[in-house]
Nanobody, 119 residues
Framework: VQLQASGGGLVQDGGSLRLSCAGS???????????LAWYRQAPGKERELVAI???????NYADSVKGRFTISKDNAKRTVYLQMNSLKAEDTAVYYC???????????WGQGTQVTVSS
């Protein structure tokens, strides 16, 4: 199983980006039954949860991104998305996608995609 994250880049303050994380080799029942999440890690900081979509469809967001970021998925494509609007310099980080069953296994990570917001 491989998760391929893409969509990162350099954007100006106030801009938007859409991250994608496509799973290959993961069967539909595992993907659709998993919690899907985006994390980020800024230089010198610990990895933090940005957004999560539980397998029942409920979503939750870090306070710092509420109202600006939206997590979504396409089961048929085994892909999870993160739409990021009104980006700020403090959103600069490497963003990682995560697919994990509610019992914790299996637990898959993407390779990370860099998001840089210039002020």
């Amino acid at each position: 199983v491989q998760l391929q994250a893409s969509g990162g880049g350099l954007v100006q303050d106030g801009g938007s980006l859409r991250l994608s994380c496509a799973g290959s080799g993961i069967i539909l029942s595992v993907f659709s039954g998993s919690n899907l999440a985006w994390y980020r890690q800024a230089p010198g900081k610990e990895r933090e949860l940005v957004a999560i979509m539980y397998n029942g469809g409920t979503t939750n967001y870090a306070d710092s991104v509420k109202g600006r970021f939206t997590i979504s998925k396409d089961n048929a494509k085994r892909t999870v998305y993160l739409q990021m609007n009104s980006l700020k310099a403090e959103d600069t980080a490497v963003y990682y996608c995560n697919v994990r069953r509610p019992n914790g296994f299996p637990n898959y990570w993407g390779q990370g995609t860099q998001v840089t917001v210039s002020s």
